[in-house]
């Protein structure tokens, strides 16, 4: 994600999963389109 992505770009995607068909939320841009990175488990 490029410095200065808004935070409120993750949830949008997350209440669309949730069924809000919301066209914006809060300071949204768009959406996070790349998957998150699940790295290593740290122990």
Known sequence: MP???P???LW???ARMMRLQLPRFADSIGMIE???DQ???VH
Do not use: H
């Open 34 to 36: 790349e998957p998150i």
């Open 7 to 9: 935070l409120a770009n």
């Open 39 to 41: 790295r290593r488990n």
């Open 3 to 5: 410095e200065g992505t």
């Open 12 to 14: 949008l995607p997350q």
